[in-house]
């Protein structure tokens, strides 16, 4: 089964450390999307590409979060300085434009700050 | 401001018995409506969708339907069984799907044998 792969499920870091994640999508792809699950907001967009362009970012805090995709098969998301609110699970999910059979998602990362 | 609304956060229904999931939306803009499901420590897969063109689809036990003058969606699972318990998204994107998809904020479905 393809799959979206997420680098690390789980991360503790203390406030003011450069967190990192890392998402490979599924291969043929063109579309990806970096969301963050809080108990408050739900599932909120950070950010999304399309054949590796950014399209929007318009749900990150500029001044700490950026996210990148330097090839087709990798897309990061950062956060420096990370802060205790930025706690959360981010998923990456992939899948084609037009996406009728919806986006796959990965598992997650676990982000904890403290 | 929420445009797309799962107001009950949480159902129980017994094994066998149909349970109801229900979406209602306010960007008349949408076009595409899906539904996802999550188990915890997963991520959300994707279970069932719907385009504005139709006002029901089927997939084995699960129907989704669409009320576009009421702004709603609904999800029926018939019958229920004690592995469709999870928590159930319910997304809508415009533009035939080429937009990112709009979540709500989940309902957790129990069902008990």
């Known amino acids: 089964d393809a799959r979206v792969t997420q680098t690390p499920r789980h991360k503790v870091t203390e406030m003011g450390q450069e967190v990192t994640m890392r998402c490979q999508p599924i291969l043929g792809h063109n579309t990806v999307f970096w969301y963050r699950q809080t108990m408050m907001q739900g599932l909120e967009l950070l950010a999304y590409?399309?054949?590796?362009?950014?399209?929007?970012d318009s749900g990150m805090p500029k001044d700490r979060f950026s996210a990148e995709m330097p090839d087709a098969t990798l897309a990061t998301l950062k956060i420096q300085p990370s802060e205790p609110r930025d706690s959360a699970v981010y998923f990456c999910?992939?899948?084609?434009?037009?996406?009728?059979?919806?986006?796959?998602f990965g598992s997650g990362t676990r982000l904890t700050v403290v | 401001d929420q445009q797309v609304k799962q107001n009950s956060p949480s159902l129980s229904v017994q094994e066998g018995r149909i349970s109801i999931l229900n979406c209602d939306y306010t960007?008349?803009?949408?076009?595409?409506f899906l539904w996802y499901k999550k188990y915890p420590a997963e991520g959300p897969t994707f279970l069932i969708s719907i385009s504005s063109i139709k006002d029901k689809n089927e997939d084995g036990r699960f129907t989704v339907f669409l009320n576009k003058s009421a702004k709603h969606l609904s999800l029926h699972i018939v019958p229920s069984q004690p592995g469709d318990s999870a928590v159930y998204f319910c997304a809508a994107s415009h533009d035939s799907g080429n937009t990112p998809l709009v979540f709500g904020k989940g309902t957790r479905l129990s069902v008990i044998a």
């Open positions: 590409f399309r054949n590796r362009a950014p399209l929007d």
């Open positions: 960007n008349s803009m949408f076009d595409y």
């Open positions: 999910a992939s899948g084609l434009s037009g996406g009728v059979y919806g986006y796959t």
